[in-house]
């Protein structure tokens, strides 16, 4: 219940077609994590069990819910006039690419997005919780009474880090759910390569990473503190 009110506030602002994909990977993202935190509790140390249980949580939500992920991309594109398709929802959109490019097209570029969502989600949490730490320690207490600003403070911090550390494998990814037909590039490696060598760092790997900072930051601050407060509120209640 936490993880899907945390999703529903998330999706303020968002689009019809994003809101379908971002309710259930936001709830799978979260409820995962803490699966994977028990889990591996016994095993890792620290910080540590942050980043791996949040890698693991972030992979189950792409494995997941991809499609729909391939689905918001293709409409959005059709939305801006730069893609040749009618669909007209999301489920139209989901038959329509099965029937014309196959199961294997709503998973195209889901390779490349792993690579990505692994060191971000790993990294989004890890240092969320590092930086929760070092406050805790810096005022002299309690998880329960680390300040709600604070909270807010550590969840930007923590998407700063993680979005510029993986920002090119997002451009890939993008490169790879818009293109329709075969695959634009033969790998991973090989699109990064291209893009470098053909249109640069700022112009290609890093090309929007400034509004995604507008679009992101707020958001992952917002999610990672509002998921913290109602967890902390229901688990102090219970």
Known sequence: CVCVCVSVCVCVGYDAQAVIRVIPYTAIQFASYEVYKDAFRDLLPGAALSVVSGSCAGLTAVACTYPLDTVRARMAMQLEGGAATAYRGVGDALVTIVK?????????????????????????????????????????????????????????????????????????????????????????????????????????????LSLNYIKTLPNVAIYMSLYDLIKLHVFSAA
């Open 100 to 208: 014309e490019e196959g199961v294997t097209a709503l998973y195209r570029g889901m390779f490349a997005t792993m690579l990505g969502v692994t060191p971000y989600a790993g990294l989004k949490f890890g240092t969320y919780e590092i930086m929760k730490k070092y406050m805790r320690e810096l005022l002299h207490v309690e998880e329960r009474d680390l300040p709600a600003w604070l909270r807010v403070a550590a969840g930007s911090g923590a998407g700063l880090f993680a979005l510029t550390f993986v920002y090119p494998f997002d451009v890939v990814r993008r490169r790879y759910q818009t293109h329709k037909g075969g695959a634009r590039y033969p790998s991973v490696f090989a699109a990064l390569t291209t893009i470098l060598r053909e249109e640069g760092i700022s112009r290609g790997l890093y090309r929007g």
